[in-house]
């Protein structure tokens, strides 16, 4: 089970924002990140707890192993405003997301 | 550039059926593994199930078990999810998944989404 905090939080353009998910039991870096804007299909961000997908800002990072992990967004943009989602996986599924965090302005 | 297309979703009422597709287009779609994944209306992601990259080896989440079946069209670069035995609490945009290669660890691309709407 993955619980991520805040549900939602409020920030401005250039603010650091810190996301986090945390998980039941130990998962050591089998964590991937995902954003998802209004009416749009989720988007890959960040894999492995700390890779980078192809064509990601770098602003965005991830960090963490274990049972705690955190996406950091250093300088947040308009465009980021957007719900996260973070998802775990193993060597085969179910894959497991959680509840999400809502960037608003 | 990955393209996935879902089609087929729409209004049902409980407990029919409802086939939606998925066409993919900009990959080799034979070498990857495939997802369906749900999103109930102002909630958040759900995975409903997975297929190897051959067909094989499907696997389905606890809630669609035994009435959602996923199989896959290499030869038309198709993804299919067939639903029985509808509920209300199957209403969802169902979203077709690419994951990185034949494992199914990450999703790298999805499609736009089709809502299925399950009431009577």
């Known amino acids: 089970q993955l619980t991520q905090s805040p549900s939602s939080l409020s920030a401005s353009v250039g603010d650091r924002v810190s996301l986090t998910c945390q998980a039941s039991?130990?998962?050591?870096?089998?964590l991937n990140w995902y954003q998802q804007k209004p009416g749009k299909a989720p988007k890959l961000l960040i894999f492995?707890?700390?890779h980078l997908a192809p064509g990601v800002p770098s602003r965005f990072s991830g960090s963490g192993s274990g049972t705690h992990f955190t996406l950091t967004i250093d300088g947040l943009q308009p465009d980021d405003f957007a719900t996260y989602f973070c998802?775990?996986?193993?060597?085969?599924?179910?894959?497991?997301f959680g509840g999400g965090t809502k960037v608003e302005v | 550039e990955v393209q996935l297309v879902e089609s087929g979703g729409g209004l049902v009422q409980p407990g029919g059926s409802l086939r939606v597709s998925c066409a993919a287009s900009?990959?080799?779609?034979?070498?990857?593994?495939m997802s369906w994944v749900r999103q109930a209306p102002g909630k958040g992601l759900e995975w409903v199930c997975s297929?190897?990259?051959?067909?094989?080896?499907?696997y389905y989440g606890d809630s669609v078990k035994g009435r959602f079946i996923i199989s896959r069209d290499n030869s038309r670069s198709t993804l299919f999810l067939q639903m029985d035995r509808l509920r209300a609490e199957d209403t969802a945009i169902y979203y077709c998944?690419?994951?990185?290669?034949?494992?199914?660890?990450?999703?790298?691309?999805w499609g736009q989404g089709t809502l299925v709407l399950v009431s009577s």
């Open positions: 297929v190897g990259h051959g067909g094989d080896n499907p």
């Open positions: 998802q775990h996986y193993d060597y085969v599924p179910p894959l497991t």
């Open positions: 039991q130990y998962i050591t870096n089998f």
């Open positions: 492995d707890a700390s």
């Open positions: 998944a690419q994951h990185s290669g034949t494992d199914m660890i990450r999703l790298s691309s």
């Open positions: 900009g990959i080799d779609f034979g070498n990857y593994a």
